[in-house]
């Protein structure tokens, strides 16, 4: 069981972010389930991630130290979400490879269009 009920970024550009996580979560198995007006929400199941505008009305900004990390069934697929990421436009935080926390972590990072600091894992050996 998830300790999340979701979990939310912020956008300045909804149809960017839209047409971004579209394209970068598929490659992890994640589609898009459903729109709002000024959100969209992604899951597996049902929806579990969401980007949206700010309910305040001032503009998005990203949390400086956070991350959000999402689960890669492959390493290919650690590979295609950093490919598929850079693409369109994100920047580079951490080209895939393993990671020294423990023996099988393998990963990649960047920081989607409005700088939220995103990354997958995959735990399988090889």
Partial sequence: MSIFTHVVVGT????????FYDVVLQTLGIKRVMNLETASLWGTEGPEFMVTKPGNGLPSTYANG???SFLAPT???VHAFHEAAIKYGAKD???PGPRQFT???YAAYVRDPDGNKICTYCFAPS
């Fill in 66 to 68: 956070g991350t959000i």
């Fill in 12 to 19: 300045n550009d909804l149809e960017r972010a839209r047409a």
């Fill in 75 to 77: 390493r290919a697929a």
């Fill in 93 to 95: 935080e951490g080209q």
């Fill in 103 to 105: 023996p099988t972590a």
